[in-house]
């Protein structure tokens, strides 16, 4: 194959991932560029049936398994465990159209340019591969984040996730079976010998220092709580101020806090990060004192011991809020994982093909949660992003440039042809 059919046939292929990711983008699409199609809305559900027809089309079989989620499996050996690659297609409220959602796509022209390959070679691998999209990572809609791959993983029950329900009581298992998306006959953790999953970034380092590829070596430790602030439903303009017990005044403190915690502890060598978000409040009118007020707060950072006085720090100065607000707080855990590395067998060997690509790369650790943080906890695991235009994410304005977006998808190739051969083998 001469040099000019070899940049052609890569021109062709980098073509047909961008026309593609237009058309995923299409699902919906928000006036600002952007998408808004939470776990198991029409929309999700609109964009996962294209998804399994894009698969079915290229000679995958695609299934669900008990929680939803969607698998697309090449079985080029008859019996043999698979090599998975993945992400998720679900998206936050308005957000942006690369998250989640390329990591998918990337994993199916990955595995689809793998059989074409092998097939043309006369050539099989060790293991099968299987394109999977996990099932809520965002976790904006279903409480916690990573449900799908925590199910997968054993970190999360089962019937707990399909007991979960929405703000408006709509429960997963009772939505998922309406959409036709339950199933039995997926693969299970067992059958699994590695995973691979790439992402866009997230943050501005990559773009910042002008590489092309990070190699993902270990994730943030996090630590996130639901907090219930209840305080007494009262007249807003009757109600003389000594005797209001504000459940939102609580929580506007607990707000405060989670940003006082962060300018007290974080440091250019141990950052922390922290926040509020999705604020519930009851009876939520305009003339009434809130009687309740749910949040969710989150605590990040790369050093585990940082994190521990931040939570030491939040639970300490919590009475001091019931008191000032005459409120009363519970704090419940949500989601809790340390800092752990990815194996370094699995960094070393994404470098290599990035090498051999000529794709400039450095090592960088993942602050955001993925689907591979869990299946890191089970099997051989390699994370992969590629950069974030101005660090932008959860917000319309998310963007990769086509170049990048189709340098990951070439080096996800050459990781998954590794990976399926064996390469990350344990056993």
């Known amino acids: 194959m001469t040099g000019n059919t070899t940049a052609a046939a890569a021109t062709e292929r980098h073509a047909a991932f961008l026309d593609d990711f237009a058309t995923l983008s299409t699902f919906g699409a928000t006036e600002r560029g952007g998408v808004h199609r939470e776990?198991?809305?029409?929309a999700d559900a609109a964009q996962r049936a294209w998804l399994g027809e894009q698969l079915a089309a290229r000679g995958f079989r695609v299934c669900f398994d008990r929680v939803g989620n969607q698998f697309g499996l090449l079985d080029v050996v008859p019996g043999a465990p698979y090599v998975l690659v993945g992400s998720h297609l679900d998206s936050q409220p308005f957000g942006g159209r690369y998250d989640g959602a390329y990591g998918v796509l990337a994993a199916t022209h990955a595995a689809h340019r793998l059989a074409v390959r092998w097939r043309e070679a006369g050539a099989t691998p060790r293991y099968n591969v299987g394109?999977?999209?996990?099932?809520?990572?965002?976790?904006?809609?279903?409480?916690?984040s990573m449900m799908g791959s925590s199910v997968f993983t054993g970190l999360l029950d089962a019937d707990?996730?399909?007991?979960?329900?929405d703000l408006r009581d709509v429960r997963v298992g009772d939505r998922l079976a309406e959409l036709g998306q339950l199933g039995e006959t997926a693969p299970v953790i067992d059958d699994v010998v590695a995973y691979a999953e790439i992402h866009i970034e997230q943050g501005r380092s990559l773009e910042e220092s002008g590489h092309t590829i990070g190699l993902v070596h270990a994730t943030w430790s996090a630590h996130k709580y639901f907090l219930t602030v209840e305080g007494e439903q009262s007249h807003t303009g009757s109600t003389i101020m000594a005797d209001r017990r504000d459940a939102l005044l609580g929580a506007a403190h607990l707000t405060v806090?989670?940003?006082?915690?962060?300018?007290?502890?974080?440091?250019?060598?141990?950052?922390l990060h922290t926040s509020v978000s999705q604020l519930t409040v009851e009876p939520n009118s305009p003339v009434t004192v809130a009687r309740e007020a749910r949040l969710h707060l989150d605590l990040r950072s790369p050093d585990e011991a940082v994190l521990e006085r931040a939570n030491a720090m939040l639970h300490e100065r919590i009475p001091a809020i019931e008191r000032a607000a005459r409120v009363r707080i519970s704090v419940s855990g949500a989601h809790h994982w340390g800092v752990r590395p990815f194996p370094a067998a699995g960094v070393k060997l994404a470098a290599g093909c990035a090498e051999e690509l000529g794709?400039?790369?450095?090592?960088?650790?993942?602050i955001a949660g993925h689907d591979s943080v869990n299946m890191n906890c089970r099997v051989p695991t390699v994370m992969l992003f590629v950069p974030s235009v101005e660090g932008i994410s959860h917000n319309e304005g998310e963007l990769t440039h086509d170049a990048d977006a189709c340098a990951g998808v070439d080096l996800l190739t050459e990781v998954l042809d590794r990976l399926a051969a064996g390469a990350l083998a344990t056993g």
């Open 257 to 271: 806090l989670a940003r006082e915690i962060s300018d007290a502890l974080s440091t250019p060598e141990a950052p």
């Open 131 to 144: 394109v999977v999209n996990w099932f809520n990572e965002e976790g904006s809609r279903f409480v916690p």
């Open 359 to 366: 794709l400039s790369h450095r090592e960088i650790m993942t």
């Open 160 to 165: 707990t996730a399909l007991d979960t329900r």
């Open 39 to 42: 776990a198991a809305t029409d």
